[in-house]
T-cell receptor
Framework: AQKVTQAQTEISVVEKEDVTLDCVYE???????LFWYKQPPSGELVFLIR??????QNEISGRYSWNFQKSTSSFNFTITASQVVDSAVYFC??????????????FGTGTRLTIIP | GAGVSQSPRYKVTKRGQDVALRCDPI?????LYWYRQALGQGPEFLTY????????KSGLPNDRFSAERPEGSISTLTIQRTEQRDSAMYRC?????????????FGDGTRLSIL
């Protein structure tokens, strides 16, 4: 069965500090996809990034970077030089891809990030 | 372009009433998904469609919950004889195709409160 664990329930950092959000996943599939979503205080759920299981390259997008390590089943998210607008709940999600028709995303419980001005 | 649109944004109803939640996906998106999100939790999968065909309804909690997408576009999630435990945020998402890890794009959700 697929499972996503976000052990950090809440994190608070002072503006301009770097912060890393942890995500650990469990799956028996060899083909799968990992995602990060952002849920700001306004409540919408915004897609940030997708990574497939065959691509372990780290990715950087502006102040955001993602570190995917299959050896530790982790897909961590780092925000550099945090800003108040980064305050949100961040969700990591997993989709197994080996079974046709299994399209559900399994989400972690989320990490609430607060950036203190 | 317009994102996923859900209506109503808020719904308050008395226990025992039926409710219908609507989702209008992004134009051209083949796949449509329903999730339920309890407070402080991540979304949990309910069901999904490719075009008008319901492909997986394994996440629907019981037979009071049903969903349809008759013309392959707008979808309705119906909850009959609502109970207080049905109170949650109901989120709809859509994607280009249901295969190969296409990201699911979510609407703003319907906050359902059962009194």
């Amino acid at each position: 069965a697929q499972k996503v664990t976000q052990a950090q329930t809440e994190i608070s950092v002072v503006e301009k500090e770097d912060v890393t959000l942890d995500c650990v996943y469990e799956t028996r599939d060899t083909t799968y996809y990992l995602f990060w979503y952002k849920q700001p205080p306004s409540g919408e759920l915004v897609f940030l990034i997708r990574r497939n299981s065959f691509d372990e390259q780290n990715e950087i997008s502006g102040r955001y970077s993602w570190n995917f390590q299959k050896s530790t089943s982790s897909f961590n998210f780092t925000i550099t030089a945090s800003q108040v607008v980064d305050s949100a709940v961040y969700f990591c999600a997993l989709k197994e891809a080996s079974n046709f028709g299994n399209e559900k995303l399994t989400f972690g419980t989320g990490t609430r990030l607060t950036i203190i001005p | 372009g317009a994102g996923v649109s859900q209506s109503p944004r808020y719904k308050v109803t008395k226990r025992g009433q039926d409710v219908a939640l609507r989702c209008d996906p992004i134009s051209g998106h083949v796949s449509l998904y329903w999730y339920r999100q309890a407070l402080g939790q991540g979304p949990e999968f309910l069901t999904y469609f490719n075009y008008e065909a319901q492909q997986d309804k394994s996440g629907l909690p019981n037979d009071r919950f049903s969903a349809e997408r008759p013309e392959g576009s707008i979808s309705t999630l119906t909850i009959q004889r609502t109970e207080q435990r049905d109170s949650a945020m109901y989120r709809c998402a859509s994607s280009l195709v249901g295969q190969r890890g296409q990201p699911q794009h979510f609407g703003d959700g319907t906050r359902l409160s059962i009194l």
